[in-house]
């Protein structure tokens, strides 16, 4: 079987469940080159997956391989360059979330994928995961009558690395990191339905002093079909990962819960390496977490994307659903900034979104 084959940019923890994804469920791709910025971390990352190559520049990267698909890894700042490049060479481009920084970036990384005719999938895992899918095959198959309202929360007690506070590489805060995952979700819940108007509210809570970010959010989006959505968005959540869904319809109600039913209790008198995403601290009583990239649908979306360039398909999740997230989160930060409800479509002239809740003026 020929390969189809991937350079991943980025060595960081998100690339390190990709490899994991592609070396465990994705027999069909080879990862054959890696992007980082450090030399040492690049090398490192390669030595550690076996992978033949390793570059500090993109640029180099997709001059010296033959890869069929380019994975974006890296910080948000990033994305738009790169997704851009990849295109012009002639790449398909999977890209981690959010799409962009901000609207503007969306629409010239849409565009640059569409004049290159290469196929660009926005990687929402919650699209993917199998208890979320579960729960949308039940919704589909009238198990819960017409649905009236959804419900997703993902909570814990902040990022991996600190460029995720920084406000001008991130965008934003917990908003851009995890609300997208919600907002992602609610319109594949919805079949793709309008949103009609958002309010947010949002706050620095624990992070102080680390980001000038929101570090809790929660945000209602009201569907132009009836249905209200609301996202619980938190870096002040301690005990490790929380990630969640609700469905209410007029006949039934479906809770999932990526992590609950998933885990070993466990007591550790002295504590051990590892439970769960977040976790930070493993003495005492915890959960320990198995098949922790499997449960998320990382190698789902991997795999699905990969069949998509093998077969000619159009990706489930695409470039545009990336930027209708993006405008809901604009949306949310214009709420909390103006303390009021914000119709759809939205859009502003700023240089990030989160500007909209830290300066409301600019709105």
Known sequence: MTKTKVAILGAGFISDIHLESYHRFIPEAEVVAVYARSAEKASAFAAKYHIAQSFTSVDELLSNTDCDVVDICVPNYLHAEYCIKAANAGKHIIIEKPLAVTLEEADKMIAACKANNVKLMYAEELCFAPKYERARHLVNEGAVGEVYMLKQSEKHSGPHTDWFYDIDLAGGGVLMDMGCHALGWFRWMTNHAMPKS??????????????????????????????TCIAESSWAK??????????YGTGGVIYADLFLGNSALTYSREGYGYAMEKADTTAGWTFTIFEEVFNQGYPHELKHFIECVREDKTPLVTGEDGRAVMEMIYAAYASAGLGKKIMLPYSAQVKKPVDLWLNPTQE
């Open 238 to 247: 301690h005990g490790g990962m929380d990630d969640k869904c609700e469905v």
């Open 198 to 227: 958002v309010y947010a509210t949002m706050a620095t809570v624990f992070h102080k002093g680390r980001t000038k970010g929101e570090d809790n959010a929660v945000v209602v989006v009201e569907f132009e079909n009836g249905v």
